[in-house]
């Protein structure tokens, strides 16, 4: 059998821990037997990190801008119990939150949905995609403590020495005041990656905010996104048959609480952050959440949305078998291979992108599954085998 052939590589960011074996088990087994695969490979492993001075994770960043398609597997975020195990020179940031900032994209977060598995919100049919603006709000917050009658004002002062001042509260007793900021080129470049990716996967984009409330600052962000819509995106929703739908937060929330789900939800940070662990445990797994990052230029890094999941690393390390669930780093590689497809003009690799994946929830289907679906998969007889059988599984079926 010949194997299907590449033109552009993809940037291959390697990681730590239990995923980093993950990945090498999935490229030898599901991948690499099918597919001539090219990738640019970066170890973004804590060591190989930490001798680059970190330089490593910004060289993969920036060859994700010229080649425009990564895949990456988790990798630790540095914390000081790290700085003792790895002998660390420094506390290097979260090569995610690098990554990120250099492309200056958006995260969109999707559950795996197989048959068997069902959300806790049982008119849940289709994936709901949360996409989450990264950027500033109560992040990036000035907070003071008033401890003694005081009054608080919100003073901005011009290039030119202009003042602008209104007073935010008198206070006549002690209490808590806050600072918050966003800029137009933020939030601009998040509705651009939420319009370019609602057209990517022909799924309509839903946004909302409390602009009834905060009526300069979220009607900012609202404004943004209707401009952006209207002068760039209406015709080519129109012609992809999707929709803009616009609406206040908290009817957000009851709407897709009675949706049968299939679009994309742009939420602020803090909602973002709020509503994305609410979509994952109402799925059921954080094994079966794929995450991708993309750039308002369209340029796109898929990944897992879980960590290295270090507890099944140490049994690892002491010769057990592990049982750890591959599905969304699988997804991660499906996704990446896909869009390279696609973007290539490679047919075969974009049906092999398909068939994987098909292969994957068919082997949970038939109820072959890792550990950690055990108590979430309704089938009546359940086998529970280790990654490397899962995936020997899931190639047998491709
Ligand atoms: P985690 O790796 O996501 O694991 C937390 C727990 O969730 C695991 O102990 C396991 O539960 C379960 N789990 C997660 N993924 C699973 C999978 N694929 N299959 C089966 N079970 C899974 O989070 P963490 O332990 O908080 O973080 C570990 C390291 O990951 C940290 O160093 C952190 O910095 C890093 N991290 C990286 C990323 C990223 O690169 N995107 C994201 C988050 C965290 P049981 O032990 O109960 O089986
Ligand atoms: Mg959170």
Not at 367 to 372: M, R, S
């Given at each position: 059998m010949s194997k299907i052939s590449m033109t552009t590589p993809l940037v291959e960011m390697d990681g730590d821990e239990m995923t980093r074996i993950i990945w090498k088990q999935i490229k030898d087994i599901c991948i690499l037997p099918f597919v001539d695969l090219k990738t640019e490979y970066f170890d973004l492993g804590l060591k190989h990190r930490d001798e680059t001075n970190d330089q490593v994770t910004v060289d993969s960043a920036n060859r994700t801008k010229e080649l425009g398609v990564a895949v990456k597997c988790a990798t630790i975020t540095p914390n000081a119990q790290r700085m003792t195990e790895y002998n660390l020179k420094e506390m290097w940031k979260s090569p995610n939150g690098t990554i990120r900032a250099m492309l200056d994209g958006t995260v969109f977060r999707a559950p795996i949905m197989v048959k068997g598995?069902?959300?806790?919100?049982?008119?849940?049919k289709k994936p709901i995609t949360i996409a989450r603006h990264?950027?500033?709000?109560v992040y990036r917050d000035t907070e003071y403590r008033v401890e003694e009658p005081a009054r608080a004002d919100l003073v901005i002062t011009y290039k030119d020495g202009r003042e602008e001042r209104s007073t935010i509260f008198e206070f006549t007793g002690g209490g808590v005041v806050e600072g918050l900021y966003n800029t137009d080129k933020s939030i601009s470049a998040f509705a651009r990656s939420c319009f370019n990716y609602a057209l990517d996967v022909k799924q309509s984009l839903w946004f909302a905010t409390k602009d009834t409330i905060s009526k300069t600052y979220d009607h900012r962000f609202k404004d943004i996104f209707s401009e952006i819509y209207e002068n760039e995106y209406k015709d080519k929703f129109e012609a992809a048959g999707i929709e803009y739908f616009y609406t206040l937060i908290d009817d957000a929330v009851a709407r897709v609480m009675r949706s049968e789900g299939g679009f994309v939800w742009a939420l602020k940070n803090y909602d973002g952050d709020v509503m994305s662990d609410m979509l994952a445990s109402a799925c059921g797994s954080l094994a079966m959440m794929t995450s991708v990052l993309v750039s308002p230029d369209g340029k796109y890094e898929y990944e897992a949305?879980?960590?290295?999941v270090t507890r099944h690393y140490y049994r690892y390390l002491k010769g057990e078998a592990t049982s750890t669930n591959p599905m969304a780093t699988l997804f991660a590689w499906t996704g990446a291979l896909r869009k390279r497809a696609q973007l290539d003009g490679l047919a075969d690799l974009e049906e092999f992108a398909g068939k994987l994946e098909k292969a994957s929830l068919d082997t949970i289907e038939d109820?072959?599954?890792?550990?950690?679906l055990n108590s979430l998969l309704d089938h009546p007889n359940k086998k529970i085998v280790t990654t490397e059988e899962f995936l020997k599984a899931v190639a047998a079926r491709i």
């Open positions: 598995i069902s959300p806790f919100v049982s008119c849940w990264a950027y500033g709000d949305a879980h960590g290295t109820g072959i599954i890792t550990g950690d």
